[in-house]
């Protein structure tokens, strides 16, 4: 059987067998296709860099800069305790607020990463943001179980933030919230003490 060639309009670059006959594979046509699978390796890429932009879901980037960094501590008063608010920058600059006073002092960029790495060690990004409402069950007269939740408006709760750049994560607490981060907080507190002039009352 002879064979044919047919012309498409565009250059040929090798012959395709089908049913007898040779036909051209237009340059556009790979052309195409090769966009297409671009697009792909794209998308398939774009999705494993989003899936490691954190080590943790909803966790902060991998990676950021020192000076977007900045940790916040606020202790709420409650049954007659006072409270107080300190603010820590990766500068270094930090705030103390208590008893409508103001003070500045420098809080070491190594003790600031020391914090951050104990933030990880008890998977703060990964807590609850809000311990300070207590849930609990009970059953109805028609037998059901009805869940309420209780919050103790004048008892004393504690808010840690962390903030880098657009992400921000709060945590909540009241008397019973997760006791490594009240430790935590306590040490930052006894750091912060010891860092400001001397003057004020103790937070």
């Known amino acids: ?14 012959p395709v067998f089908s049913s007898g006959r040779i036909y051209a594979v237009p340059v556009l046509h790979r052309y195409v296709l090769r966009g297409i699978l671009s697009a792909l390796l794209c998308l398939i890429g774009g999705s494993a860099m989003a899936a490691e932009r954190s080590f943790v879901a909803g966790g902060p980037p991998l990676n950021y800069r020192l000076d977007e960094l900045s940790v916040r501590f606020l202790r709420q008063p409650g049954h007659g305790l006072p409270g107080w608010r300190v603010s820590l920058a990766g500068s270094g600059a930090a705030l103390l607020e ?6 500045h002092f420098v809080y070491p960029v190594k003790d600031l990463l020391a ?11 990964e807590l609850p943001t ?18 309420q939740g209780l919050r103790m408006s004048d008892a004393s709760n504690t808010r840690v933030c962390f903030t880098v750049a657009a992400y921000e994560k709060c945590v909540s607490y009241g008397a019973d919230g997760p006791r490594e ?3 935590l907080v306590q040490h930052v507190a006894a750091d912060v003490e010891r860092l400001v002039s001397p003057g004020l009352s103790e937070p």
């Open 1 to 14: 059987m002879p064979l044919h060639s047919e012309m498409t309009g565009f250059r040929q670059r090798g």
């Open 98 to 103: 208590r008893d409508r006073q103001k003070r």
């Open 115 to 125: 914090l951050v790495n104990e933030l990880y060690r008890i998977r703060f990004f």
């Open 130 to 147: 809000n311990y300070t409402t207590k849930y609990s069950v009970f059953i109805k007269d028609d037998g059901l179980l009805g869940t």
């Open 181 to 183: 981060l009240e430790a």
